[in-house]
């Protein structure tokens, strides 16, 4: 597989209204997304309440995304678990079913210890789709991990055969020039937060993994094309309206929001589950009316 480059969304999980699985909705989402110029899918990962999924709805969900795919673009299927065990049997199906790439977080109920039993936990995950490069995805505010991620990719791309690269959903952005370069630049090393695209492209990264790309990946392709045209005073204004539309977001639980926002333009893909909480009627209401204002339906998605 290429290098992941430009915008690859991170993919959201549909619900009905009896909290199961409507797959029926993926197809029309991945139509979505290929219009708006996605390069990719990051699937079962935060944005897709991949921890909130039994194994089996995993499974299901990522076979929804790679069939409405069909090849189009790649689909990075995200395994991990607690169960290291548990995540291996993941990737294998990963694999099976025609996955571009697995993707993997730590385990974060039992906390890894050292860089060496983060290598060790990964490669067994990894070795579950040995067909399929592996990518590491870092993210310490949610896994409570403190491992030294330099060492890990270090010590991995010694003893991982397909450590391919790492989502690296931090705010460190010396941190991300330092994985970046490390090896000459052997990892395929992709940027998670995206209210700080700007600063991450200045900094050498060529791709950002993102939920918010899912609602306004024109905004961003502007952003990216600004940036590698050397305009930085329209990148800041254009980073500055991601920031905003962001802002809102983050007024109410985010991905609750963000599947509000879904259904404002069109794709019912429901709420989210315990211990996220859907919003209330009037939060909904409120969210609509703080998006108007940054003038979020005047061309964030269509532009």
Request: include cysteine.
């Amino acid at each position: 597989m290429k290098r992941l480059t430009g915008l690859i969304a991170a993919t959201y999980t549909p619900f009905g209204a009896d909290g199961r699985l409507r797959l029926d909705q993926t197809p029309q989402m991945v139509e979505h997304l290929v219009n708006t110029g996605v390069n990719g899918l990051y699937v079962c990962g935060s944005t897709g309440e991949g921890m909130s999924l039994t194994s089996e709805e995993r499974r299901l969900v990522a076979e929804s995304y790679v069939k409405a795919a069909d090849g189009r673009l790649p689909v990075i299927v995200q395994v991990g678990h607690n169960s290291v065990a548990e995540a291996k049997q993941l990737a294998a199906h990963a694999q099976a079913i025609g996955a571009d790439a697995v993707s993997a977080t730590c385990p974060s109920y039992f906390k890894v210890q050292s860089p060496q039993l983060l290598v060790d936990c990964m490669r067994e995950i990894a070795c579950g789709a040995p067909k399929l490069p592996f990518y590491y995805y870092h993210v310490p505010l949610l896994t409570g991990s403190l491992i030294d991620i330099q060492q890990f990719i270090q010590l991995g791309g010694e003893q991982i055969p397909n450590l391919f690269g790492l989502k690296y959903t931090d705010t460190k952005l010396n941190e991300l020039q330092q994985c970046l370069k490390l090896q000459n630049q052997r990892f395929d090393v992709v940027w998670g937060c995206d209210d700080m695209i700007l600063g991450a492209w200045a900094s050498g990264a060529t791709g950002a993994i993102g939920s918010t790309y899912n609602i306004a990946a024109p905004l961003y392709h502007q952003l990216i094309t600004a940036v590698e045209a050397g305009d930085w005073n329209d990148a800041r204004a254009l980073q500055n309206q991601a920031i905003e539309m962001i802002n809102v977001i983050g007024t109410f639980p985010f991905h609750s929001a963000m599947k509000a926002i879904l259904g404002m333009l069109g794709y019912d893909f429901g709420t989210c589950r315990l211990p996220q909480r859907a919003l209330s009627s009037n939060e909904t209401a409120h969210l609509r009316e703080l998006l108007e204002q940054v003038g979020f339906f005047e061309g964030f998605v269509t532009r």
